[in-house]
C-alpha cells in the first residue's frame, strides 16, 4: 500500500505530515511513501530530501490523493479534500470531529475509514501516538519565546554597572503539557514563575520544575485528570470567583500571562477579564494560547497581536506549532508513524484496521461507511488517583484480643525454640566429653544473652541498623576489655585492636547519624 501526504491547503499551515526520516520509518513497515512537490518546503523539507529516502515526488494533490490508499495530513480537511476519498482509503489528520459534522457526512458517504488525531486516548501506551500533546508542547514552548519578542525587559534578573534589572514575573494558567512546557521555559529563562492549575493534584509538578504553585482558599473536590481523558472538568460557579478573585490579586503584580486553559468541546472559558487588564503595568504581555476557542481573555482576538490603551498587548496567534513548522513536522510526523506501526502489526505494508484496539477504535471516526464518533470510553483507564480505602478503627476488644493473639503465639514460639535447642545440647552432652560442654554452654549462653542485649537496644534517634551494630560493638569492646589483663603479649594487642576498631564503628556511627539529622533541619 501507498502512504502520501499532500500540501496543506490552510492558509498559512508550515507544517507537513511526513518528514524524510519518518519517511524512511514507514518503508520499513512494507509501505511505499508519496508527497506532494513543495508540501514540505514551508518547513524545511526540499524535495530533493524527499527523493533522496526514496519518496515519490507528486505533482499536484488531486494526483497524489488518486494514487495512495493512505493520506496523512495537518489540518482538518478541506471539502474539496474530502471529496477525493474513496472506498478503501484511510485519512489521517487532525479532524475536529465533535465541531465537523458534515465533513463526518461527506468521509462516511464515501466509505472512507477516518482517524482523528486528536481523539488519540491519553492512555500510557498511546503517549507516542498523541499529537495534541505533542503540538501544545510546542505552544508552550513558542508562547514564552512570543511574550519575550514583546516584554521590554529581560526574564532573568541582572545587577550591572548600569543598574538593577529586576527579574520579570510570569503567570502561567492551566498546568497542562502547554503550561508544563512554558512553565519550563520561563524558569530556564530565569523569570520568576507562578503557575494555577484547577488540578490540585499537578502542584507537585509545577514546582519540580522550579515554580510557585498559585494555592486557592477554597475547598472543592475536583474531578481527578484521568476520568476526563487527561483533561480539567469543568469548576463550579463558587470556585470559578474565588479563582478570579486570586487572578485580581496577581494581575498588578506579573508582567506575564499565558492562558492554557482549554476543556474539551467547549469553549474556552473566560479567566482573565477587562478589569484585570486594566489593573497590569504597561509593557505587560498576555499570550493566549485558547484564541482558537475564544480566548481566556476578554479582549483576545483570534490571529491578532493588540495593545490596549494601558500599554498590554495580547497576542491570540492560532498558529503557535507552525511557527516552529520544521519542529512541529518532526514530531507530527513522528505520531503518524507511530499510529502506522499499529495499523501494521506485521509489517507487511497492509493496514489492519483493528476496532477492538483501544487506541485506533478511539481514534477512529467513520469506519467502513459509518460513523464511529464518539468512542466508547477506552477499555484501559488513564491512571487516577488512587483512593485510599477506609481503615476501620479498632474497638478496645479488638485490640485487646489481637495482642493476646500475639502474646500467645510468641509464647508458643519461644517454648518451641526452647524445647529444640534443650533437645540438641541433651544431644551433645550424650556423645561430647565433659571439658567440652562446660565450654559449650558458656557458648550458647553467650549467643543467647548477647542476642537478647542486641535486639533490645532503642533505636531513637537512629536507624536500626545502626543501632544494632552499636550494640555488637559495645559487646565486643566487653569481650576486649576482659582481655586486656591477659599474660600473652598477643591476646593484649588484639583485645587493644579490638576496642580501637569497635570504638571507630561506634562513634562513626554517631556521626553520621548527626550528618543525617542535619540534612533534614532548616536551618
Same mark, same amino acid.
Given at each position: 500500500m501507498k502512504i502520501g501526504t499532500p500540501r496543506e491547503i490552510f492558509e498559512g499551515e508550515a507544517r507537513v505530515a511526513m518528514t524524510p526520516a519518518s519517511a524512511q520509518q514507514l518503508m520499513k513497515l512494507g509501505y511505499e511513501c508519496a508527497i506532494e512537490k513543495g508540501a514540505g518546503v514551508a518547513a524545511g523539507f526540499s524535495d530533493n530530501a524527499y527523493k533522496e529516502v526514496g519518496v515519490e515526488v507528486i505533482g499536484t494533490a488531486a494526483a497524489l490523493w488518486k494514487a495512495c490508499d493512505i493520506v496523512a495530513k495537518v489540518r482538518q480537511p478541506e471539502e474539496v479534500e474530502l471529496k477525493r476519498l474513496t472506498k478503501e482509503k484511510t485519512l489521517i489528520s487532525f479532524f475536529n470531529p465533535a465541531g465537523n459534522d458534515a465533513g463526518m457526512e461527506l468521509a462516511k458517504s464515501k466509505g472512507a475509514n477516518v482517524i482523528a488525531m486528536e481523539m488519540v486516548p491519553r492512555i500510557s501506551r498511546a503517549q507516542k501516538m498523541d499529537a495534541l500533546s505533542s503540538m501544545a508542547n510546542i505552544a508552550g514552548y513558542r508562547a514564552v519565546i512570543e511574550a519575550g519578542n514583546n516584554f521590554g525587559r529581560f526574564f532573568t534578573g541582572q545587577i550591572t554597572a548600569a543598574g538593577k534589572v529586576p527579574p520579570a514575573k510570569v503567570l502561567v494558567v492551566g498546568a497542562g503539557v502547554a503550561g508544563l512546557a512554558?512553565?519550563?521555559? =520561563? /524558569?530556564?529563562?530565569?523569570?520568576? /514563575?507562578?503557575?494555577? !492549575?484547577?488540578?490540585?493534584? +499537578?502542584?507537585?509538578?509545577?514546582? =519540580?520544575?522550579?515554580?510557585?504553585?498559585?494555592?486557592?482558599?477554597?475547598?472543592?473536590? &475536583? &474531578? !481527578?485528570?484521568?476520568?476526563?481523558?487527561?483533561?480539567?472538568? +469543568?469548576? =463550579?460557579?463558587?470556585?470559578r470567583e474565588a479563582q478570579l478573585a486570586k487572578f485580581r490579586e496577581l494581575a498588578p503584580e506579573v508582567d506575564i500571562v499565558i492562558t492554557t486553559a482549554l476543556i474539551p468541546n467547549r469553549e474556552a472559558p473566560e479567566l482573565w477579564t477587562e478589569d484585570m487588564v486594566a489593573s497590569m503595568k504597561p509593557g505587560s504581555v498576555i499570550v493566549d494560547l485558547a484564541a482558537e476557542k475564544g480566548g481566556n481573555c476578554k479582549l483576545t482576538k483570534a490571529d491578532e497581536k493588540i495593545v490596549t490603551d494601558n500599554g498590554v498587548t495580547i497576542i491570540g496567534y492560532t498558529d503557535f506549532p507552525s511557527r516552529m513548522a520544521s519542529q512541529s513536522s518532526t514530531l507530527y510526523a513522528t505520531n503518524i508513524r507511530h499510529m502506522m506501526a499499529d495499523l501494521t502489526p506485521e509489517k507487511d505494508g497492509q493496514v489492519v484496521h483493528d476496532m477492538e484496539d483501544d487506541v485506533i477504535r478511539g481514534a477512529t471516526v467513520t469506519f467502513e461507511g459509518e460513523i464511529t464518533f464518539p468512542p466508547p470510553p477506552p477499555k484501559v483507564q488513564a491512571i487516577a488517583a488512587q483512593k485510599k480505602p477506609e481503615v476501620k478503627e479498632k474497638t478496645p476488644e479488638e485490640l485487646r484480643a489481637e495482642e493476646a493473639a500475639a502474646f500467645k503465639a510468641q509464647t508458643r514460639q519461644q517454648v518451641t525454640l526452647l524445647a529444640v535447642g534443650g533437645a540438641l545440647m541433651l544431644g551433645v552432652g550424650l556423645v561430647a566429653p565433659a571439658s567440652f560442654m562446660q565450654h559449650f554452654i558458656v557458648f550458647v549462653l553467650a549467643v543467647f544473652v548477647g542476642f537478647q542485649v542486641i535486639w533490645n537496644v532503642s533505636h531513637s534517634l537512629h536507624t536500626p541498623l545502626m543501632a544494632v551494630t552499636n550494640a555488637i560493638s559495645s559487646i565486643i569492646i566487653l569481650g576486649a576489655l576482659m582481655q586486656i589483663g591477659s599474660s600473652s603479649a598477643l591476646v593484649i594487642i588484639l583485645a587493644a585492636a579490638s576496642v580501637f576498631m569497635a570504638g571507630i564503628n561506634i562513634f562513626g556511627g554517631f556521626l553520621v547519624t548527626r550528618r543525617m539529622l542535619a540534612m533534614f533541619q532548616k536551618s
Amino acid at each position: 500500500m501507498k502512504i502520501g501526504t499532500p500540501r496543506e491547503i490552510f492558509e498559512g499551515e508550515a507544517r507537513v505530515a511526513m518528514t524524510p526520516a519518518s519517511a524512511q520509518q514507514l518503508m520499513k513497515l512494507g509501505y511505499e511513501c508519496a508527497i506532494e512537490k513543495g508540501a514540505g518546503v514551508a518547513a524545511g523539507f526540499s524535495d530533493n530530501a524527499y527523493k533522496e529516502v526514496g519518496v515519490e515526488v507528486i505533482g499536484t494533490a488531486a494526483a497524489l490523493w488518486k494514487a495512495c490508499d493512505i493520506v496523512a495530513k495537518v489540518r482538518q480537511p478541506e471539502e474539496v479534500e474530502l471529496k477525493r476519498l474513496t472506498k478503501e482509503k484511510t485519512l489521517i489528520s487532525f479532524f475536529n470531529p465533535a465541531g465537523n459534522d458534515a465533513g463526518m457526512e461527506l468521509a462516511k458517504s464515501k466509505g472512507a475509514n477516518v482517524i482523528a488525531m486528536e481523539m488519540v486516548p491519553r492512555i500510557s501506551r498511546a503517549q507516542k501516538m498523541d499529537a495534541l500533546s505533542s503540538m501544545a508542547n510546542i505552544a508552550g514552548y513558542r508562547a514564552v519565546i512570543e511574550a519575550g519578542n514583546n516584554f521590554g525587559r529581560f526574564f532573568t534578573g541582572q545587577i550591572t554597572a548600569a543598574g538593577k534589572v529586576p527579574p520579570a514575573k510570569v503567570l502561567v494558567v492551566g498546568a497542562g503539557v502547554a503550561g508544563l512546557a512554558a512553565i519550563g521555559t =520561563s /524558569t530556564s529563562l530565569g523569570a520568576i /514563575t507562578y503557575a494555577f !492549575d484547577v488540578r490540585p493534584e +499537578v502542584a507537585e509538578q509545577v514546582e =519540580s520544575m522550579g515554580a510557585e504553585f498559585v494555592y486557592l482558599d477554597f475547598e472543592e473536590e &475536583q &474531578q !481527578d485528570g484521568a476520568a476526563s481523558g487527561g483533561y480539567a472538568a +469543568v469548576s =463550579s460557579p463558587e470556585f470559578r470567583e474565588a479563582q478570579l478573585a486570586k487572578f485580581r490579586e496577581l494581575a498588578p503584580e506579573v508582567d506575564i500571562v499565558i492562558t492554557t486553559a482549554l476543556i474539551p468541546n467547549r469553549e474556552a472559558p473566560e479567566l482573565w477579564t477587562e478589569d484585570m487588564v486594566a489593573s497590569m503595568k504597561p509593557g505587560s504581555v498576555i499570550v493566549d494560547l485558547a484564541a482558537e476557542k475564544g480566548g481566556n481573555c476578554k479582549l483576545t482576538k483570534a490571529d491578532e497581536k493588540i495593545v490596549t490603551d494601558n500599554g498590554v498587548t495580547i497576542i491570540g496567534y492560532t498558529d503557535f506549532p507552525s511557527r516552529m513548522a520544521s519542529q512541529s513536522s518532526t514530531l507530527y510526523a513522528t505520531n503518524i508513524r507511530h499510529m502506522m506501526a499499529d495499523l501494521t502489526p506485521e509489517k507487511d505494508g497492509q493496514v489492519v484496521h483493528d476496532m477492538e484496539d483501544d487506541v485506533i477504535r478511539g481514534a477512529t471516526v467513520t469506519f467502513e461507511g459509518e460513523i464511529t464518533f464518539p468512542p466508547p470510553p477506552p477499555k484501559v483507564q488513564a491512571i487516577a488517583a488512587q483512593k485510599k480505602p477506609e481503615v476501620k478503627e479498632k474497638t478496645p476488644e479488638e485490640l485487646r484480643a489481637e495482642e493476646a493473639a500475639a502474646f500467645k503465639a510468641q509464647t508458643r514460639q519461644q517454648v518451641t525454640l526452647l524445647a529444640v535447642g534443650g533437645a540438641l545440647m541433651l544431644g551433645v552432652g550424650l556423645v561430647a566429653p565433659a571439658s567440652f560442654m562446660q565450654h559449650f554452654i558458656v557458648f550458647v549462653l553467650a549467643v543467647f544473652v548477647g542476642f537478647q542485649v542486641i535486639w533490645n537496644v532503642s533505636h531513637s534517634l537512629h536507624t536500626p541498623l545502626m543501632a544494632v551494630t552499636n550494640a555488637i560493638s559495645s559487646i565486643i569492646i566487653l569481650g576486649a576489655l576482659m582481655q586486656i589483663g591477659s599474660s600473652s603479649a598477643l591476646v593484649i594487642i588484639l583485645a587493644a585492636a579490638s576496642v580501637f576498631m569497635a570504638g571507630i564503628n561506634i562513634f562513626g556511627g554517631f556521626l553520621v547519624t548527626r550528618r543525617m539529622l542535619a540534612m533534614f533541619q532548616k536551618s
